[in-house]
């Protein structure tokens, strides 16, 4: 049974640092690209950033670049969201997710839901001002 499991989230303040994880199993999750959306009340779930199979190209919604970083750890099945400088508008329930195709060639951003097949049960990050 293939499971991610998301942790990590909590209640920050303005201008605060917060880092998600999301833990793998059931699955060789080093062959895929990951990604981290978030979806907060009342809208669609959003790409947030993504990571090829290897870790060595990442890409990010225009709206966090520069101040999250994605990364991930394939001996331990461990994919990473480091979120600095938060912002009310970064309060959202975050979710990894796996990719479809294994090897996925890194020429390819896949920045749509549709191109992922696990999803976890997401981690709520909040802030306030």
């Known amino acids: 049974q293939v499971q991610l499991v998301e942790s990590g989230g909590g209640l920050m303040q303005v201008g605060g640092s917060l880092r998600i994880s999301c833990a793998g199993s059931g699955r060789t999750f080093s062959g895929y690209a990951m990604a981290w959306f978030r979806q907060s009340a009342g809208k669609e779930r959003e790409f947030v950033a993504g990571?090829?199979?290897?870790?060595?190209?990442?890409y990010y919604a225009e709206a966090v670049k520069g101040r999250f970083t994605i990364s991930r750890n394939n001996a331990k099945n461990r994919v990473f969201l480091q979120m600095n400088t938060l912002k009310p508008d970064d309060t959202a329930v975050y979710f990894c997710a796996s990719g479809r195709t294994p090897l996925e060639t890194e020429a390819v951003q896949l920045t749509s839901i549709n191109e992922y097949s696990y999803w976890g049960q997401g981690t709520q990050v909040t802030v306030s001002s």
């Open positions: 990571i090829s199979w290897n870790g060595g190209v990442t």
